[in-house]
């Protein structure tokens, strides 16, 4: 049993939160602990007090111990969290989920002032990154990241910072290759306008040269900027595949070529503006296709979750040590918030585990001593004391991650469009080719190969491999103002084919924050009193939902307090004695139909009745009475089936309701699904669900706060834009219209030009003005239509 002692609350002018104490105040200012009074007095002193006009209550909640962030201090792991180390400065990137304004900024921004060992300070808003230039003979990172968590921004640091995978790829410098494509093209269009109005018999001398100074300019073209198209085309004809690709580097080989022969030979102007334009506006539409949401994580593992080091119990002592030294037999000690990293048994303290994130559950589960905890659930009592028994890399929650689903290439799932049809593309341009220089070969062979390579020029598809991404970019950009981020512009295609979306229950139709609460009937205010007055001394999430419900209410002070870890509260109050919690304890018999949870209330022996926590379902959910008419849609849930007779409304078809299912279970239902030919959506919040999401065809994983954990998947929805997740997919299926729109477009340019090709007269005038008169009327088009049929759907 456990005897506690209530304090007066105040409110904490730092970070907001509601303070049990007055001992902590400056200037009439009261301060829930000795960091938030901290943080204040160095703003105080360097005058940085107008830190707080920017925003009320700015810190965040925290609840350090001294020996947290000890681990910084292993060479082990400092070497591989510091960007740059020399002898005196070291240089630091931290993630700080709680910049959320422009006031974080600029205190952030500021940290030289409150510490002098601090240099250099700059801030990524977007990706809510910290980069810190710091005297490490001064100020160790230790000392540094309490300074961030005594202002109330903690770093996130976790095992994703230390194994850097993610960042070893080669940048494809695109960016200055569009810069020399675009260069070159617009000198070499200064160069070609004398030969499109036509010289004098006294400037023929220009001709050749300008001539030359085209091929010039087109040689970085070709094989810098436009050399990866040979690549992709070369690799795909290995694999026996015919991309798009192919015919693009081809008409930009045949481009090169003829332009080469006509200059050498005098016989001609060539293409080089052609060239050049072609390779600068495909690039273009490759950077536009590559845009992507880099603040945002989509692919999240169970390093993310995970600790960077855990305290070892050596004797009477704690040691740090990296979490991949961890090993079984290992003696651990996990403080409040601190997730358990391994497979352990619990040997001192109370245990009061959250495991939402790996089962679904949103109330922590209480442990007994000597029961097996799983790896991925976060303590949210006191400190407790655990010994090992499997490695990191054999507990339950990396068997999870290790499954199948996760190394599969999602990309290649659903064919884009642009996939589907560039193998006709080429076999059709191909035969149009071969057909002109057949049909001109007997009466002139220069007329027969100007005809074949005028159509590989004419027909070349830059259209349709423009169509595509500028179309995604304009759908990207409207999901982006309604709270939708997808991980790229082929997600938009992938999200047109589904037809079978699987809804997870908790976190997902359900929300974990706003668990609503069924007040007992008939409760008199003094009752409603000593309830409020037991629960506020309590640390379990389910007084805190009881307290929160009855706010406001005049509070008592015990005169005796006792609370049962896994049981309930015992206490006196005003003479009143008061039993709460389950039905075990305060009725002394066993819950029969536990339909939801129930907190049991006795007064004086009095049975009042109970208080019952019931899952709020999000807002709009009847969006899946849309969504059912033109899509199958299902539940898989790990919770009980408690709230079947509820949901009974919204999955009506017999078998469409999956309870009590593990996560292996909702990745193994989604396998069995396609296996049926469905082309499936999942839509989930948490690790418990990251199996499934990478198996489905489309994984979207929904947050209330997209900067808060969220699994591995294609998309991240706000929970705020849920209800338009019905407009989301008929959107998607009109960005895929439009393309096939565009495609038409692009094919009746091509007819126009090939009427011309096969003859084998094309001008390069006629190339150079079809060429990008087709560009833009597609890049138009595409741009107009997106806005449009946003509107239509109500998106804008």
Not at 30 to 46: A, K, M, P, R, T
Not at 78 to 87: N, Q, R, T
Request: charged share 15%.
């Amino acid at each position: 049993m456990k005897q506690s002692a209530t304090l007066e609350k105040t409110t904490c002018y730092h970070c907001g939160d509601e303070c049990l104490t007055k001992a902590y105040t400056i200037e009439e200012k009261h301060f829930c602990c000795h960091g938030c009074e901290s943080v204040y007095h160095i703003l105080s002193q360097n005058n940085l007090c107008s830190y707080y006009n920017y925003n009320d209550h700015p810190g965040a909640t925290r609840n350090r111990t001294d020996k947290r962030f000890a681990y910084l201090n292993e060479p082990s792991i400092l070497s591989s969290l510091l960007d740059y180390s020399d002898g005196q400065i070291s240089i630091v990137t931290l993630y700080i989920p709680h910049i959320h304004c422009s006031s974080c900024l600029w205190l952030l921004e500021q940290l030289n002032k409150i510490n002098p060992a601090i240099h250099y300070c700059r801030v990524d808003f977007l990706k809510k990154q910290l980069n810190i230039r710091f005297d490490h003979q001064k100020l160790s990172l230790q000392g540094l990241v309490e300074i961030l968590y005594d202002i109330g921004y903690e770093p996130l640091i976790s095992l994703h910072d230390i194994i850097k995978e993610q960042n070893t790829t080669n940048a494809d410098k695109l960016v200055q290759k569009i810069a020399v494509a675009g260069f070159c093209f617009g000198n070499v269009m200064l160069l070609s306008f004398p030969e499109y109005f036509g010289l004098s018999v006294y400037e023929q001398t220009f001709k050749h040269f300008f001539g030359w100074l085209n091929i010039l300019f087109a040689l970085p073209v070709v094989f810098y900027s436009g050399k990866d198209y040979f690549i992709s085309a070369w690799q795909n004809l290995k694999a026996k595949v015919l991309s798009i690709d192919f015919p693009l580097a081809l008409g930009i080989a045949v481009l090169f070529l003829r332009t080469v022969a006509e200059v050498l030979t005098g016989t001609g102007a060539g293409f080089a503006d052609t060239l050049c334009g072609l390779v600068f506006f495909l690039l273009v539409g490759k950077f536009v296709q590559k845009k992507t949401y880099h603040h945002l994580s989509f692919e999240r593992d169970y390093r993310s979750f995970f600790p960077v080091a855990v305290h070892l119990i050596n004797g009477n002592q704690e040691q740090p040590i990296p979490l991949s030294q961890l090993n079984t037999g290992h003696r651990i000690i996990i403080r409040n918030n601190e997730i358990i990293p391994a497979d352990a048994i619990l040997l001192k303290g109370e245990a009061l585990v959250d495991f939402s994130f790996v089962t679904g559950e949103t109330l922590p589960v209480t442990k007994v001593l000597g029961e097996i905890i799983y790896a991925g659930g976060r303590q949210t009592g006191y400190a407790i004391e655990m010994e090992v028994i499997k490695p990191v890399s054999q507990s339950y929650l990396t068997q999870l991650w290790n499954n199948e689903a996760f190394k599969r290439h999602k990309d290649t799932r659903i064919q884009t469009f642009n996939q589907r049809v560039s193998k006709y593309f080429t076999i059709v341009l191909l035969a149009i080719a071969i057909g002109s220089l057949l049909f001109w070969l007997p009466t002139s062979v220069t007329r027969g190969l100007s005809a074949f390579t005028a159509v590989l020029i004419v027909a070349c598809p830059c259209a349709l491999a423009l169509s595509t991404p500028f179309t995604m970019a304009a759908a990207l950009s409207v999901f982006d103002k309604n709270l939708f981020y997808l991980k790229n512009t082929s997600v938009v295609e992938q999200m047109a084919g589904i037809d079978t979306i699987v809804f997870d229950k908790t976190g997902t139709i359900t929300t974990r924050e706003n668990t609503q609460v069924q007040v007992p009937p008939n409760l008199t205010d003094e009752q409603k009193q000593l309830i409020y007055s037991a629960c506020i001394n309590s640390a379990h999430p389910l007084s805190a939902m009881i307290c929160r419900e009855l706010a406001g209410v005049k509070k008592h002070v015990p005169t005796l307090y006792f609370e049962i870890a896994g049981k309930g509260i015992l206490a006196t109050i005003n003479g009143h004695k008061l039993r709460i919690g389950n039905s075990a304890f305060v009725l002394n018999q066993t819950e029969v139909n536990a339909d939801v949870t129930k907190v049991y209330v006795m007064v004086d022996e009095h049975y009042l009745g109970y208080f019952a926590l019931l899952h709020q379902y999000r807002g709009g959910l009847n969006i899946i009475s849309q969504l059912k008419q033109a899509y199958q849609t299902y539940l898989l849930s790990g919770d009980r089936d408690h709230e079947r007779n509820a949901l009974q409304t919204f999955f009506v078809e017999p078998g469409h309701m999956l309870f009590n299912k593990s996560p292996q279970d909702k990745l193994d239902f989604i396998d069995l699904l396609q296996q049926q030919g469905k082309k499936v959506m999942m839509i989930g919040d948490g690790v418990n669900d990251s199996g499934a999401l990478q198996q489905s065809n489309l994984g979207i994983a929904i947050t209330d706060n997209v900067n808060n954990f969220t699994p591995g998947s294609d998309a991240i929805l706000d929970g705020k834009s849920f209800d338009k997740l019905p407009a989301f997919m008929r959107f998607s299926k009109d960005a895929v219209n439009i393309i096939h729109l565009s495609f038409l477009i692009s094919v009746t340019y091509n007819v126009i030009g090939l009427s011309y090709a096969v003859t084998g007269m094309l001008s390069p005038l006629t190339a150079a003005i079809l060429m990008p008169v087709s560009t833009a009327t597609i890049i138009s088009f595409t741009s107009i239509a997106t806005h449009f049929a946003a509107k239509k759907r109500k998106l804008k």
